[in-house]
């Protein structure tokens, strides 16, 4: 398949998940709110359908990447760091809670911006502007839900007192906080703009202003899925397929075909959540699904982190070139 028929395929996708959100949000406010079952049942389905697949396939990506730049590949060796760095981030949320909320918050916001901004520049601009971009997603999908933000961060912090006061304070703020953000990420843009230019579709830009209104209006679990599963999710997968399939790997022949090869991984992740949810209960803490739904999702980040951003700046057009603004 051509790497044009493709990029259509992705765009339709997040098209259709941007019209289930309006749909979700249409039966919202003409029939009911949307019960918390509907509401878990769409969370997982997203998750499993492409949240974790599209971090299931990093083992390829790295062996693809190590080809490319003529470095030996060991299958062991990689798995074993990610194992190894799971394992470690897993302890620091069972001792640490409030400090791993805190990497998980901005290893997020870098990763979320790095994926949406994927064609900037390697500048330093582009990088703050990545940083930012990625800080006003999650302002907007925790600050417009802050009673369940609140119910969740709780939970996962134990009610710890340092994040008690800093939680009131970021409510008591949190016009200030989101306006702030907002000016911030625009002018850092619009300067990086004018110094390195970044073409982007009106088409996709009018996609990812509709999923980000509706994670506003959405409830909290809705909204976090169709952003991170409907769009964050499908951007990675394009970005990885386009990449796998320049170097002609047998896994990207098509999308559905790169798909099911991150079954394997997703069944294993799914192994994984079973057994984190065992260590949450048996470490004493409170047995409930979204805590410990959001930090497998962490744990799982901070690996997969560091494959795609090899991935995007060792294959960008740029990176070449030198990182000053």
């Not at 999702?297 to 057009?317: A, C, E, G, R, Y």
Request: hydrophobic share 50%; net charge positive.
């Amino acid at each position: 398949m051509t790497i044009i028929g493709s990029n259509r395929i992705f765009t339709r996708i997040t098209w259709i998940n941007a019209l289930i959100g309006i749909g979700m949000l249409a039966y919202q406010h003409l029939v009911s709110p949307l019960p918390m079952r509907f509401q878990l049942l769409y969370f997982l389905i997203m998750t499993a359908a492409t949240g974790i697949p599209h971090g299931a396939l990093d083992h390829i990506i790295a062996k693809a990447n190590s080809e490319k730049q003529k470095e030996t590949f060991s299958i062991q060796r990689f798995l074993g760091k990610y194992v190894l760095a799971i394992l470690f981030y897993t302890a620091c949320w069972i001792f640490f809670p409030s400090i791993s909320l805190l990497i998980f918050l901005i290893i997020s916001a870098w990763h979320f911006g790095e994926i949406d901004l994927s064609e900037a520049g390697n500048q330093l601009t582009w990088n703050m502007s990545r940083l930012l971009w990625g800080s006003m997603v999650l302002v907007i999908i925790l600050l417009t839900h802050q009673q369940d933000t609140e119910v969740v961060v709780m939970r996962i912090t134990k009610s710890s007192p340092y994040v008690v006061s800093i939680w009131n304070w970021i409510k008591e703020n949190s016009s200030t906080i989101m306006l702030t953000t907002g000016l911030s990420t625009f002018v850092t843009m619009l300067y990086a703009n004018s110094k390195h230019k970044l073409s982007i579709s009106l088409s996709v830009l009018a996609n990812l202003i509709i999923i980000m209104s509706l994670c506003a209006l959405l409830p909290l679990l809705p909204a976090f899925a169709l952003y991170f599963s409907g769009w964050h999710a499908i951007r990675s997968f394009e970005l990885i397929f386009r990449f796998l399939n320049k170097q002609k790997q047998t896994e990207a022949e098509a999308p559905l075909t790169m798909w099911k090869h991150s079954l394997p991984m997703t069944f294993l992740a799914a192994i994984g959540f079973v057994f984190l949810a065992y260590i949450w209960n048996a470490a004493g803490l409170k047995t409930d699904p979204l805590p410990a739904m959001f930090i497998f999702l962490s744990i799982i980040t901070l690996p997969h982190l560091d494959v795609m951003d090899q991935l995007i700046k060792k294959n960008h057009p740029t990176a070449s070139n030198n990182t000053k603004a």
